[in-house]
């Protein structure tokens, strides 16, 4: 079994593989070592990986996770991948997006995927039907637009997102929650239509805390796909595995 981790800016999600199937799936503010030994004992796990934005405390969760395992890997730029890609700053580049990759290769293979990560920040990235990741872009999310919002101005009010806001607000309220959502859902529809030009069969999948909100609010067709980040991983870790 495999125990797969995808520590993110505001939690941590993790996921039990056995090989290719995912299992068991949870989240929480951290694992310390007694989580990860019951986890271990729980389902025998052998392999792990580790992805982290977060660099708090992040020492002593790998080392605890890699006393508990026979192989243990925590994700880095220099990690062996199973895609090929040319990204100008591989050291810079957010482990969760590539991972998302990964798991965009295993779920739609020889396909061109356009995959959206809506979650704290709102990230994209395009993978051609070889299997090469040719880059992405990133943008605010949806609670970093609310709180810029009220932040940057003396008046305007944090707020949060609100699945019946008008299309055009006739109040400040309104106002905030359509122009932050509106402009999420258009930047999302005007992406598709742009790489359609190019990839005529694409397919578009959409990842992330906001994911099913996006999803229906978007006129293009959309893959909803929660445990994106996850299955990329287990993929990384499988193909690691093979390779050592």
């Known amino acids: ?65 890699q006393e508990e395992t026979n192989f243990f890997l925590e994700l880095s730029h220099l990690t062996l991948l199973p895609f090929s890609w040319n990204y100008k700053s591989k050291e810079t580049i957010g482990k969760d997006r590539l991972a998302a990759v990964a798991g965009a290769i295993e779920l739609y293979p020889q396909k061109d995927i356009l995959v959206f990560d809506a979650g704290t920040a709102l990230t994209y990235e395009v993978i051609d039907h070889t299997g090469t990741f040719l880059g992405g872009n990133i943008s605010p999310g949806m609670q970093m637009r609310f709180k810029a919002l009220n932040t940057f101005t003396s008046r305007l009010p944090l707020l949060k997102s609100n699945a019946d806001a008008p299309f055009i607000g006739t109040s400040t309220q309104e106002a905030i929650e359509a122009g932050v959502q509106n402009s999420i859902s258009l930047e999302i529809e005007g992406l598709i239509d742009h790489f359609r030009g190019n990839y005529p069969h694409l397919t578009s999948i959409i990842t992330g805390g906001d994911a099913e909100f996006f999803a229906r609010k978007v006129k293009n067709p959309i893959f909803v796909a929660p445990n994106l980040v996850l299955i990329g991983l287990n993929r990384i870790l499988e193909y690691n595995a093979q390779h050592i």
């Open 1 to 65: 079994m495999n125990l797969v981790i995808d520590r993110g800016n505001t939690h941590l999600k993790y996921g039990i593989f056995d090989q290719c199937k995912l299992v068991a799936t949870d989240s929480t503010n951290f694992l310390d070592k007694n989580d990860i030994k019951k986890l271990v004992k729980e389902f025998d796990i052998s392999n792990a990986i580790l992805s982290s934005v977060v660099e708090e405390r992040n020492d002593i969760l790998a080392k605890n996770i």
